[in-house]
């Protein structure tokens, strides 16, 4: 071995002087998130051995800034070559950049893309020039990932008593070297073509164990190519020496490491690792143990594989079912029971929570267990830290969390921490949920309802003749939603009109825009109630002109609290509403829950959109019953939709394989002409 090393250094030098005599003349340079480029034309056979030598760069250097380089060069392609030097022409030696590909996500934008990974916005333009215009699901984007050098050392000479263990392979490394460790809290790595669990484990010298830990989203038989995972390598060498005439290997111990987890590692047994340590009870982080020496470090090889079993009893191991029988939950919620005045707001928690209540007798009489734990937060970051500390806590298998944003990162890292589920039921905005794999948010993000609606009404309108009704001076209410749905159409190669309009909206004169008789839906780019009474009252004099037309309406959310308003008029015309919630009051299930709530608490409920009781009972229905039949980790074995809830439906998607859940659950509600109330829920 050491001869091998002796002939790395040698190359290594004679590198460095052919390199010090090839510069690179009259290219092409580019600066990208500060840092300065080479655009090199690959020319005809030209390979990574002469691009390297050519530069000064190691062939992984080239593939970590270009990754579509790693399945070989092609004539004519473009090359990142760094110049090792700032905007500002300092070296830059000191960090390194690379990239992965990230694949779009219908609802994804730049914005929630560069929180995943916590990059800026800017970064991801400058490696994807046009994307600031827009971005299509399923297209890919170059993300960056930064490294930052390790200065290298000469190495030590290994003492007497030292005996050299087998050396890893000098092969090609992913962007995680011995020489780099990632500046960032992680490595993102994209999945590729026939990549295993045991592949990637191998390459970035890590536990498939970890691996998994970090990525609750995949498994065993579910890694999809081109889904990104994250990593934190590390891939120090053990010291071996020798002690009371016995060979052994010295071994720090990792974050969240097993016996049997470092037992995989080197290809041992957990009673081998325990002979070399007669007096170890439990391993915590960063205690240094004996191994036994006589085996190659990291004994996961090509000739020495992890078996498929044994995967699957890791994953079993850390996400077993862990039925206990007994559901304990506790509601964190501003009930301000110490306010002396009502608080409109708080009614509406507490209406909440007695929909819960709803929820838990319902269960109890088909033979379930759950003890409800109940807490008023006060709206106060103190209170719901005291909350917290509370030991019985620890115990829970749900917490309902309140709505402010700095409580949900409270109660959610302890969830992450304590392996709670959290539940998210009232903040739309809260970022949380794409980080944190306990945290379930039951209302679809805007970015992702407008996608999904977008793509729903294509499916269900786009055969027709879409003409988008303007009013002028323009409300920008809806603007986020109107250029979604546009752009979905130009990608789909759906034409569409405009009219534009001011106080008074007059259709009658616009003969060019029914001449196509598979029916026209009009689209009010406003949700506000002025725009819609213009809208409707110009539709229903042209339906009653021309009354063989067939005529639909498209909607917004808003217009469901002027349902008893408008009704029959929507009926007329076909209406179409998107919206996260409804409850139909005409159906059998909504009457019942009303008599329901009126018997056990002597009132109606408040008058909102949602109801906020129907949201607790749907809510509870759903966890509890998922808790109880498959355990904390029901999300991971579970992942049937809900869709018999009363008010409010779940079909629960991680943003990415470390996030969480969220509810990607809405409907269309048509209205339509022969009086009936259609629930579009697939």
């Known amino acids: ?27 092409q340079t580019k600066v990208i998130d500060g840092k300065e480029f080479y655009i090199y034309k690959v020319k ?30 092609k004539r004519g392609q473009l090359l990142m070559i760094p110049t090792h030097k700032t905007a500002n022409g300092q070296d830059s030696d000191s960090e390194v950049e690379s990239t992965f590909e990230h694949t779009i996500v219908r609802g994804e934008s730049l914005y929630s893309i560069s929180k995943t990974y916590k990059v800026s916005i800017q970064s991801i333009i400058d490696l994807n020039p046009g994307s600031e215009r827009g971005i299509k699901a399923g297209a890919t984007l170059k993300i960056p990932q930064r490294y930052q050098k390790k200065k290298t050392t000469q190495p030590q000479q290994p ?31 994209t999945i ?48 071996v020496t020798i002690e009371s005439k016995q060979l052994y290997t010295k071994y720090k111990v990792r974050k969240k490491e097993t016996l049997y987890s470092i037992s995989k590692k080197f290809g041992t047994t957990v009673e081998e690792i325990k002979k070399c340590n007669p007096d170890i009870k439990q391993i915590k982080q960063n205690d240094i143990i004996n191994i036994p020496a006589g085996i190659e470090y990291n004994t996961i090889t090509a000739e020495n594989p992890i078996t498929s079993a044994e995967i699957n009893n890791i994953y079993n191991k850390l996400y077993k079912s862990d039925k206990k029988g007994v559901v304990n939950v506790a509601i964190i919620l501003p009930f301000m029971l110490k306010q002396s005045h009502v608080d409109t707001k708080a009614s509406l928690y507490t209406e909440y929570y007695q929909g819960f209540l709803m929820a838990v007798d319902s269960l109890k009489r088909q033979g379930a267990s759950i003890n409800v734990y109940a807490y008023d937060s006060e709206d106060s970051e103190a209170t719901v830290r005291n909350i917290l500390a509370d030991p019985q806590m620890k115990t829970m298998d749900l917490i309902i969390a309140p709505e402010d944003d700095s409580h949900i990162k409270m109660i959610g890292d302890f969830g992450l921490a304590n392996d709670i589920n959290v539940v998210n039921t009232f903040s739309l905005k809260n970022e949380d949920v794409s980080l944190n794999a306990k945290i379930f948010q039951t209302n679809i993000p805007h ?43 130009s990608r789909a190669n759906i034409p569409y009109s405009e009219i534009k309009f001011e106080q008074d909206l007059n259709l009658l004169d616009r003969d060019s825009i029914f001449t196509d008789e598979s029916g026209i ?22 339906k009653d002109n021309k009354r063989d037309l067939d005529i639909a309406l498209f909607g917004y959310p808003e217009w469901l609290i002027l349902v008893p308003e408008y009704l029959n008029e929507f009926y007329k015309l076909n209406t179409y509403l998107y919206s996260r919630f409804y409850a139909n009051p005409f159906e059998e299930s909504t009457k019942s829950f009303h008599k329901r709530f009126l018997y056990w608490y002597n009132k109606d409920m408040i008058n909102a959109s949602p109801q906020y009781a129907l949201l607790g009972f749907d809510t509870g229905i759903y966890f509890l019953s998922a808790i109880r039949e498959h355990g904390k980790n029901f999300a991971l074995q579970d992942t049937k939709p809900s869709t018999d809830r009363i008010q409010t439906d779940f079909s629960f998607q991680r943003i990415n394989n470390w996030s969480g859940f969220i509810n990607k659950s809405f409907y269309f509600v048509n209205f339509t002409p022969d009086f009936t109330i259609r629930k579009i829920r697939e």
């Open 447 to 489: 970015s992702y309802l407008y996608a999904e609606a977008a793509d729903r009404f294509i499916r269900y309108l786009g055969n027709r003749k879409i003409v988008f009704l303007s009013p002028t001076p323009e409300d920008n209410d809806k603007k986020d939603f109107i250029d979604g749905l546009k752009g979905e159409l």
């Open 159 to 189: 003492a007497p008593a030292q005996v050299p263990v087998a050396e890893k392979p000098t092969t090609a490394q992913s962007p995680a070297t011995p020489d780099n460790e990632p500046s960032g809290e992680y490595v993102y790595h």
């Open 44 to 73: 005809p056979s030209e390979g990574f051995y002469s691009i390297s030598h050519k530069f000064g760069i190691s062939q992984e250097e080239i593939i970590r800034y270009n990754p579509a380089a790693k399945n070989g060069l």
């Open 192 to 239: 590729g073509e026939s990549e295993t669990l045991f592949s990637i484990a191998k390459r970035y010298d890590m536990d498939i164990e970890t691996i998994l830990k970090l990525n609750p989203g995949i498994s065993p038989n579910n890694l999809k190519k081109g889904s990104v995972i994250r990593l934190t390598p590390d891939t120090k060498e053990p010291d």
């Open 521 to 542: 839906v009009f689209v009010p780019t406003s949700a506000k109630k002025r725009v819609l009474s213009s809208v409707i009252a110009a539709l229903e004099l042209l």
């Open 1 to 27: 071995m050491k001869y091998t090393r002796i002939a790395i250094v040698l190359i290594l030098s004679f590198t460095a002087i052919f390199t010090s005599l090839a510069q690179p003349e009259g290219l």
